[in-house]
Nanobody
Framework: QVQLVESGGGLVQPGGSLRLSCAASGIIFSTYIMGWYRQAPGKQRELVATITNSGSTNYADSVKGRFTISRDNAKNTVYLQMNSLKPEDTAVYFC????????WGQGTQVTVSS
């Protein structure tokens, strides 16, 4: 059974930082492209960042220079370091594992507000 469990969300002031984690089980983690997506109220889910099994990364233009995705294959975990957070980053953040099939976590809420 595949499980992706996100953690690290919360309430943060504009300009602050958060680090999201996603622990995976039930997959050969090192072979999957891992990603973070987000969905704000009333909007479609959108790509935030992805990282391949070789470590190549891709970011949405809106987060380039502020967010960093990384992975630890020994811990079956992918991270999203979010700096200089803005109110428009407020969303539920979802972890994704993609290879032949795609798996999703339940999401973690990130709220950026003063």
């Amino acid at each position: 059974q595949v499980q992706l469990v996100e953690s690290g969300g919360g309430l943060v002031q504009p300009g602050g930082s958060l680090r999201l984690s996603c622990a995976a089980s039930g997959i050969i983690f090192s072979t999957y492209i891992m990603g973070w997506y987000r969905q704000a109220p009333g909007k479609q889910r959108e790509l935030v960042a992805t990282i391949t099994n070789s470590g190549s990364t891709n970011y949405a233009d809106s987060v380039k220079g502020r967010f960093t995705i990384s992975r630890d294959n020994a811990k079956n975990t992918v991270y999203l370091q979010m700096n200089s957070l803005k109110p428009e980053d407020t969303a539920v953040y979802f972890c994704n594992a993609n290879r032949r099939a795609s798996f999703w976590g339940q999401g973690t809420q990130v709220t950026v507000s003063s």
